[in-house]
């Protein structure tokens, strides 16, 4: 999906870039041919990791194999992982909600620190960072639901994990930028037309 020329990964990309609290940006993806232009498109930029997991439904596991390939990359091991999808192009504007995020997350000692809780910022503003040390204890416990979600078995089990979150500065009741429909791709695109002017 494109908008103003580029990628909504573009957007994404660049946000997670312009962070100032990041060290590493990889994509992970799947195998399967239709994310193939992922692949060849930002491989030569970025570290892609193609998930070869059978089981696409499983992307608690797929974010293992990826950190784990991250890890043999770059010679050591990762304490952190911060998480970003790709349906939240509107970050690039707002790259310091991802720093917040994550100095939250490292000031408090958190297992898991998010920005979706009850005060928290809109769907589209999406992020998420936790320890490399819960993903692998979720990856053992986490029922077949959990590992399609990712962090959804940290968000579950509270008093296994120390969860953080980190509010949005005012209320944003009922508000949704992520883009799951045609119809909310056709929205973000006027709200990116707007602050492009």
Do not use: W
């Not at 494109?2 to 990309?13: A, H, P, S």
């Not at 639901?145 to 005012?170: C, D, M, Q, S």
Request: proline share 4%.
């Amino acid at each position: 999906m494109r908008i103003n020329g580029k990628e909504l990964l573009d957007y994404v990309l660049e946000a997670c870039l312009k962070a100032h609290l990041i060290d590493f940006v990889g994509i992970i993806t799947t195998d399967r041919n239709d994310d193939f232009d992922i692949y060849e498109k930002f491989c030569s930029k970025i570290f892609v990791y193609r998930c070869p997991e059978p089981d696409y439904n499983n992307v608690l596991l797929r974010y293992d194999l990826a950190i784990r390939e991250i890890e043999k990359t770059i010679g050591k091991k990762l304490k952190h992982i911060m998480r970003v999808t790709n349906d939240c192009p509107l970050l690039y504007y707002k790259p310091h909600i991802i720093d917040m995020v994550i100095a939250a997350h490292l000031k408090d000692n958190n297992d898991f620190t998010h920005n979706r809780g009850l005060l928290g910022y809109p769907s589209g503003f999406d992020v998420e960072i936790m320890k490399r040390e819960a993903i692998k204890k979720a990856l053992k416990a986490a029922t077949q639901e959990e590992r399609e979600h990712v962090t959804l078995h940290i968000k579950n089990n509270p008093e296994l994990f120390k969860i953080g979150e980190v509010n949005a500065p005012f209320i944003m009741e009922n508000r949704k930028y992520s883009i799951d429909t045609k119809e909310e791709l056709e929205n973000i695109k006027k709200i990116i037309e707007l602050l492009e002017v």
